[in-house]
């Protein structure tokens, strides 16, 4: 569960996008990732396949990301957290843990000392009027700031990670 997505503007992308928009509109109940999962046909259901309004072959070439060591979250849920070397990290995901209430991450934080408490991450790491170097240059956070690289290393799991309780 990385929340984050990659989209090329190509136009079999461009129509299947504006499907799934037209049919998350119709359909505002439903959760968007889980919605995105569904019309790439890539575990979740929102519906039967034949209700779905792309069909199998105009769903555009895709892949998953690296949610371990290059796309990452920040570890508020089990299904979050990354491994591996801080410089190699593309995207950190800022997510709310607290917008999780399944119960089986409730207790796998519990368990792991985590709390599903919510560390107020976008403001830690935007806005940063302290380190100016962040906005004028290429540095990574982490490098520029011992304060961002502690929350960033609190993400981080040891490896191997923890088995995660599964949903």
Not at 135 to 146: E, W
């Amino acid at each position: 569960c990385s929340g984050i997505v990659v989209f090329r503007a190509m136009p079999r992308t461009i129509s299947w996008l504006a499907q799934l928009l037209a049919w998350m509109y119709e359909h505002p109940y439903e959760h968007d990732q889980k919605a995105v999962s569904a019309f790439l046909r890539a575990g979740e259901r929102v519906a039967f396949d034949d209700q779905l309004p792309v069909h199998r072959e105009d769903i555009p070439k895709w892949a998953y990301l690296d949610p371990e060591t290059q796309f990452v979250s920040a570890r508020h849920v089990d299904v979050a957290g990354w491994t591996g070397d801080p410089d190699d990290i593309v995207a950190f995901h800022l997510l709310h843990g607290d917008s999780d209430d399944a119960e089986a991450s409730r207790q796998f934080a519990s368990r792991h000392g985590l709390g599903v408490g919510y560390t107020p991450l976008l403001d830690l790491f935007f806005n940063r009027t302290d380190v100016p170097e962040l906005y004028s240059t290429g540095v990574m956070p982490h490098h520029a700031s011992p304060e961002l690289r502690e929350a960033l290393l609190r993400s981080r799991w040891p490896s191997p990670r923890p088995t995660s309780p599964g949903r």
